[in-house]
C-alpha cells in the first residue's frame, strides 16, 4: 500500500511561484513514475507532469506548461515536487499527486496511475 499527500497548496497572485511537494510512504518510491494532475470543479483530471525512475529520463508536461512547471524527484526523501512560476489564474485547479506502479518512463495516461492523493487547492488571484 502507498500513501501519498501533497503539501504547498494554497493563494498567490498572478505571476507568482509555488512549490508543491508530495510525500510517499508506505513502499519503495524509487519503483514509481510519479505524477501530478490537476482538475478543475466539475471537470476530469488533467495532464500536468510525470517524472519515470529511468535515470536519464526526461520528464514530461502537459502542453498547458509551456516551460513553467518542473517536477523532480527525491527517492532518498520520497518526495516528488512540482515548481511552478509564472502562474496564471488558468492554474488554478486541485492539484494531484499520483504513482504508477511498475513504469520506468513516465506515464501520461490517467488509467496508469494506482495511487493517488487527496489533493492539494492551488489558487491563483488576479
Known amino acids: 500500500q502507498v500513501q501519498l499527500v501533497e503539501l504547498g497548496g494554497g493563494l498567490v497572485q498572478v505571476g507568482d511561484s509555488l512549490r508543491l511537494s508530495c510525500v510517499v510512504s508506505g513502499e519503495v518510491q524509487k519503483i514509481y513514475s510519479m505524477g501530478w494532475w490537476r482538475q478543475y470543479a466539475g471537470q476530469k483530471r488533467e495532464f500536468v507532469a510525470t517524472i519515470g525512475t529511468t535515470v536519464g529520463t526526461s520528464p514530461d508536461y502537459g502542453d498547458f506548461v509551456k516551460g513553467r512547471f518542473t517536477i523532480s524527484r527525491d527517492d532518498d526523501k520520497n518526495t516528488v515536487t512540482l515548481q511552478m512560476n509564472s502562474l496564471t489564474t488558468g492554474d488554478t485547479a486541485v492539484y494531484y499527486c499520483?504513482?504508477?506502479?511498475?513504469?520506468?518512463?513516465?506515464?501520461?495516461?490517467?488509467?496508469?496511475?494506482?495511487?493517488w492523493g487527496q489533493g492539494t487547492q492551488v489558487t491563483v488571484s488576479s
Open positions: 499520483a504513482a504508477a506502479p511498475g513504469l520506468r518512463f513516465g506515464a501520461r495516461l490517467e488509467s496508469q496511475y494506482y495511487y
